[in-house]
C-alpha cells in the first residue's frame, strides 16, 4: 500500500509539473504571436500606405536602420553608454533607497522628520530638476545618473520603508523578548520578511531608471540611444527614433528578467 500510494502521489505531482510547464509554454507562445501579429499588421499598414510609414516608419525600415548603425560601427556604443548609465543609476538608487530606508526605520525620530519631505519629494516632478542638475553637475554622465538616481532613491526609501513598517510586530516582540537586539531584528526578521519588499522595488526601479537615463540624454547626452531619438526626431530620420525606441525596449526587458531570475535565485536560496 506504501508503495503503491507514493507512486499515485509521484504521478501526481509529475502530471501537475507538466501542466505547470505546458501553462507556460502556452503563456510565452501566446506573447509571441502577439508580438509576431503587432509587427506584421504595423508592415502591411505601412506598405499599404494605410499608415504613413515616413511618420510611423515599418519593422523592415527600422531592421535596416539598426543593420546600418551596426555597420558604421555606433550600434552597440550607444546601447553601452545607456546601458552603463541605466544600470549605474539603477543599482545607486535601490542601494541608497534601502539603507536611507533602515535608518530610518532605526531612528522614528528621524522618521517622523522625513516624512514629509519624503512625500513633497515624491510628488515633485523630478525631471524639471534636468536643468539645475547639468548646471551644479555639468553636461556629462555624471548629471544623467543623477538624474537617474533623483527619480528611482524617493521611491526606493517610500517602498522598502513601508514594507518594514508592515512587518508583524508579534514577531519582532517576540525577538527582543528572548533578549534579541535591535540589529538582530533588523537582519534575522525584517531584512528576510522584507525580501518581497526589496525585489518589488528593483522591479519599479528598472522603469524608472530607464526614464532618468533617457530624458538625461535627451538633455545633454551626445550619446546613447536617447541621443539617437533626439537626433533622429531632429532631422525627421523616424526610422532612426522607432529602433531605438525598440532597442530600449528589448534591453529594458532583459533587465527586468535579469531581476525576476534574481528573484528565484533569492527566494531558492532561502528555502
Known amino acids: 500500500m506504501f508503495d503503491l500510494n507514493g507512486l499515485s502521489s509521484s504521478k501526481e505531482h509529475l502530471d501537475f509539473l507538466k501542466s505547470v510547464r505546458r501553462e507556460k509554454m502556452e503563456v510565452r507562445l501566446t506573447q ?5 501579429v503587432a509587427f ?6 505601412a506598405n499599404a500606405r494605410i499608415i504613413d510609414p515616413f511618420i510611423t516608419s515599418q519593422p523592415s525600415r ?11 560601427g555606433a550600434l552597440f556604443g550607444h546601447i553601452a553608454v545607456t546601458c552603463w548609465e541605466t544600470i549605474v543609476g539603477f543599482g545607486l538608487g535601490t542601494f541608497l533607497g534601502t539603507i536611507i530606508a533602515i535608518i530610518l526605520w532605526w531612528s522614528k525620530f528621524l522618521s517622523k522628520v522625513s516624512e514629509p519631505y519624503l512625500v513633497i519629494l515624491n510628488s515633485l516632478p523630478k ?11 555639468g553636461a556629462g554622465p555624471a548629471a544623467i ?5 533623483a527619480i528611482s532613491l524617493i521611491v526606493t526609501i517610500m ?3 513601508n514594507g518594514f513598517l508592515a512587518i508583524d510586530q508579534e514577531k ?4 527582543q523578548t528572548f533578549g534579541g537586539t535591535k540589529y538582530q531584528v533588523l537582519t534575522k526578521v525584517l531584512l528576510p520578511a522584507s525580501l518581497p519588499t526589496i525585489i518589488n522595488a528593483l522591479k519599479i526601479n528598472v522603469g524608472l531608471s530607464w526614464v532618468g537615463v533617457i530624458v538625461g540624454e535627451f538633455l545633454v547626452s551626445k550619446s546613447g540611444l536617447g541621443y539617437l531619438i533626439v537626433y533622429g526626431g531632429q532631422v525627421f530620420k ?3 527614433v522607432m529602433a531605438s525606441v525598440i532597442i530600449l525596449g528589448v534591453a529594458a526587458a532583459l533587465m527586468y528578467q535579469g531581476v525576476v531570475i534574481l528573484e528565484k535565485w533569492l527566494v531558492k536560496h532561502r528555502g
Open 127 to 137: 525631471i524639471a530638476l534636468g536643468p539645475v542638475f547639468i548646471v551644479w553637475i
Open 32 to 36: 509571441l504571436i502577439i508580438l509576431f
Open 159 to 161: 517602498e522598502v520603508l
Open 238 to 240: 523616424l526610422d532612426l
Open 40 to 45: 506584421a499588421l504595423w508592415e502591411i499598414l
Open 145 to 149: 545618473i543623477v538624474m537617474t538616481l
Open 62 to 72: 527600422v531592421i535596416k536602420t539598426i543593420v546600418q548603425l551596426y555597420q558604421e
Open 172 to 175: 519582532i516582540k517576540l525577538v
